[in-house]
Every structure is written in structure tokens, then in C-alpha cells.
């Protein structure tokens, strides 16, 4: 059975909407979630916001799955006592598939997840030749392969999934951009051609750290198609959940808390590339990675 991951919680979107100055909290294990922040932020620019990164078990797909699991729930346990968020968005496509249903049943808090935007897709392609570019977990993932099968049943989905690219948009970030020969490769297996004449006209970014390189993807693309990000359908399910943003609450935008758990990566150039992104303060909650 597939789980609905952007459903929220059981909680009412009635009683979410008591909350007239929300604290949203936007985790990932990396920087990948701040493309989701960021959508978020213009639907609810009244809210109080902190974006988590679980940077010291970066990059997730590394882990095994009740590795996974164990960490994010205990970090998560932090997280909500800490912060005491109204809503969270867990803003990372492989903590979503595998963690969020073990969440919702522990925390009363609602939680949001990231989906796969597959059903888009195949709502927007007319050569029916759409790419999933990925992680390699979530490209092997049930899940995704489920919502193949119920949405784009009628479509040729070819499943790309790159090693490298969370790390090469985390690089980005910090001022380290890698070449585009590098990048180019990573993005070439998801352009292919029909022998009749179609081309991939569509490719889903199935991770949300891949918005941060999309400018660069447009370039270095060898024929147009249309990319889709499914930060801004996250966005809009927050608002579904929480309401409309009040705009007379606040005159401007609040700056965004930034709790990190490792933090050795925080180097001058990214701390400036997260002030930019509205990172006003940046702080380490410790909580090294246990392996067992």
C-alpha cells in the first residue's frame, strides 16, 4: 500500500489553522531541503522558520535502512523538543519513503514528506518519454516504482540514479562548483530518443538537493525539457494544512534559525551562500552519526 506522504498527519487542517504565527521546521540530512525552504517561505512569509540539517549522517543513502530510521527518529525527538514546531516538512525524498510513516505513528506533530513528482510528469509530457533522476536508493525504491505504475502506466520512465549529485550540489553551495564535463555526465543518461522520432521531454528532480544545480542543468541540457521541482506542490500542502499566510502579522520576513548536527562543513563561503538563502543564525546541535 502506498502511504501518502504529503497527507500531513490525522490532525485537522481546522486545528492546524489555530496557529497564527506557525513554527515550521524543514529538515534534510543535507542543504537539499533549502530548495523546499525556500517555496515554503513565499507561501508563508509570516512564519517562524528553522531548517534542520542532519549533516553529520550525510548523505543518507549510505545508511542502512534501520540505520535510517533509528537515527532520524532520534534526531527528530531532539528537534521537536527544542523547537516545539507546528508543522514539519521532511524535505528529503529518502527520508520521506522510509522514516515518515515511523514518525507520524511516534510524534504527534504533523509532517509533510517529498514525493517523486512522477504524477506531474506524466500530466506534462506529450512524448511520453519522461526521465527520474535520483539517488540510486530511491531509484530502487518500491515506492517509486509504485507511483510509476498508478500515474505514468502509460509512459516510458527511465529511472536515473546519480552517486553524485547531492554532493556535487552540496559543493555548489559551498563555492566549489565541479566542472560541467562533470555535472553533463551525471545529467546525459536522462535525454534519450525513440526510433520514432520522440525525445525526453520531461525530468523529474526526484531529490531535493538537485533545484540547487537547475540553472546549470538548463545549460548543459543537450535539447529543452521541462524540469520539475516538487518544492512548490510541498508548499501548497503546507498552506492546505496551516492556511493562508496573515499579512499583517509581520512587515517583513523573519530570518530562518539553521541547527546543524555536525557542522564541519560550515566554511566561510557556505555560511554566506546560507545568509543569502535567509540563514540569519547558524548553529551546531551536536549529535554524531553512531554506526552499528
Avoid at 515554503?40 to 553529520?56: F, G, L, S
Wanted: aromatic fraction near 6%.
Amino acid at each position: 500500500m502506498r502511504i501518502d506522504l504529503m497527507a500531513g498527519a490525522s490532525l485537522s487542517a481546522v486545528a492546524l489553522r489555530a496557529a497564527p504565527e506557525p513554527t515550521i521546521l524543514v529538515f534534510d540530512s543535507g542543504l537539499g531541503g533549502l530548495t523546499v525552504l525556500e517555496q515554503v517561505r513565499r507561501a508563508r512569509p509570516d512564519a517562524r522558520y528553522v531548517y534542520a540539517a542532519d549533516d553529520a549522517a550525510f548523505p543518507y543513502g549510505r545508511l542502512s535502512e534501520a540505520t535510517l530510521v533509528t537515527r532520524v527518529l532520534a534526531v527528530m525527538e531532539r528537534l521537536l523538543a527544542r523547537h516545539r514546531p507546528d508543522l514539519v516538512v521532511i524535505a528529503c525524498n529518502t527520508a520521506s519513503t522510509l522514516v515518515l510513516p515511523v514518525l507520524r505513528q511516534t510524534f504527534p506533530t504533523p509532517f509533510v514528506g517529498v514525493v517523486p513528482p512522477i504524477k506531474p510528469a506524466a500530466e506534462t509530457t506529450r512524448s511520453r518519454l519522461v526521465s527520474l533522476l535520483a539517488t540510486p536508493g530511491t531509484v530502487a525504491r518500491a515506492y517509486t516504482h509504485d507511483l510509476i505504475r498508478t500515474y505514468a502506466n502509460a509512459c516510458r520512465v527511465l529511472l536515473v540514479g546519480s552517486p553524485n549529485l547531492a554532493n556535487y550540489a552540496e559543493a555548489e553551495l559551498a563555492g566549489t562548483p565541479v566542472s560541467d564535463t562533470a555535472l553533463a555526465a551525471e545529467i546525459a543518461p536522462c535525454f534519450v530518443s525513440a526510433e520514432d522520432g520522440r525525445r525526453t521531454d520531461v525530468v523529474c528532480l526526484a531529490c531535493t538537493h538537485y533545484p540547487l544545480l537547475l540553472g546549470r542543468f538548463e545549460r548543459l541540457a543537450p535539447w529543452p525539457v521541462t524540469w520539475i521541482d516538487p518544492a512548490p506542490a510541498i508548499a501548497r500542502r503546507v498552506v492546505q494544512l496551516l492556511g493562508p499566510a496573515d499579512r499583517a502579522s509581520r512587515a517583513a520576513e523573519p530570518s530562518v534559525l539553521g541547527a546543524f548536527t555536525g557542522g564541519e562543513g560550515l566554511s566561510a563561503p557556505l555560511r554566506a551562500s546560507l545568509a543569502g538563502r535567509g540563514l540569519g543564525e547558524v548553529g551546531i546541535e551536536a549529535m554524531p552519526l553512531a554506526m552499528q
